[in-house]
T-cell receptor
Framework: GQSLEQPSEVTAVEGAIVQINCTYQ??????LSWYQQHDGGAPTFLSY????GLEETGRFSSFLSRSDSYGYLLLQELQMKDSASYFC??????????????FGRGTQLTVWP | DSGVTQTPKHLITATGQRVTLRCSPR?????VYWYQQSLDQGLQFLIQ???????AKGNILERFSAQQFPDLHSELNLSSLELGDSALYFC???????????????FGEGSRLTVL
């Protein structure tokens, strides 16, 4: 089976930095993605790590350590609009099912003024 | 706007009924995925199609079925509905079989199903 663990809630103030961790146990691994979802709207892609290390995209960075089965999403200079749910997702299948992503339960981030 | 279109946006029905949810992927995308999101739950993978063929199955109930048509739109059929089927159903698409490279899926706005 597949298992992804992430905190259920995180709170922070505007301008702060927050880190959302994700640990996973999967039978295979092709990469870790992060998605943002506002109030039950469409999840939107934020970042992807196929290899170990840090990927930076503007205020958001994502890190992966395959040996530790661990990754995180780092959000800097937090803004009110960053209040949303954040999901980590693992592509864990080989062969013809490479397109399946297994999602964590999501982390609700609340940014206070 | 992701380019993925889902209809209907909202649907209210009774237990035991059957509904069909429709999804049009982004232009050029060959893969379609269906996900279920219940209250405070993550996205549960249901099924994936690629160019009309079923490619992967997740925890999809036997009461549920899906297909992808030659024009690449997809339909998810939910039958003998139960209260617990109330959820947001998302469709997503990607270009290639795997969306390789970035692992990016493009999600529609979802169809909110309420079973009374």
């Amino acid at each position: 089976g597949q298992s992804l663990e992430q905190p259920s809630e995180v709170t922070a103030v505007e301008g702060a930095i927050v880190q959302i961790n994700c640990t996973y146990q999967t039978s295979g691994f092709y990469g870790l993605s992060w998605y943002q979802q506002h109030d039950g709207g469409a999840p939107t892609f934020l970042s992807y790590n196929g290899l170990d290390g840090l990927e930076e995209t503007g205020r958001f960075s994502s890190f992966l350590s395959r040996s530790d089965s661990y990754g995180y999403l780092l959000l800097q200079e937090l803004q009110m609009k960053d209040s949303a749910s954040y999901f980590c997702a693992v592509r864990a299948d080989r062969g013809s099912t490479l397109g399946r992503l297994y999602f964590g339960r999501g982390t609700q981030l609340t940014v206070w003024p | 706007d992701s380019g993925v279109t889902q209809t209907p946006k909202h649907l209210i029905t009774a237990t035991g009924q059957r509904v069909t949810l429709r999804c049009s992927p982004r232009s050029g995308d060959l893969s379609v995925y269906w996900y279920q999101q219940s209250l405070d739950q993550g996205l549960q993978f249901l099924i994936q199609y690629y160019n009309g063929e079923e490619r992967a199955k997740g925890n999809i109930l036997e009461r549920f079925s899906a297909q992808q048509f030659p024009d690449l739109h997809s339909e998810l059929n939910l039958s003998s509905l139960e209260l617990g089927d109330s959820a947001l159903y998302f469709c997503a698409s990607s270009v290639a079989l795997a969306g390789l490279g970035t692992g990016e899926l493009f999600f529609g706005e979802g169809s909110r199903l309420t079973v009374l």
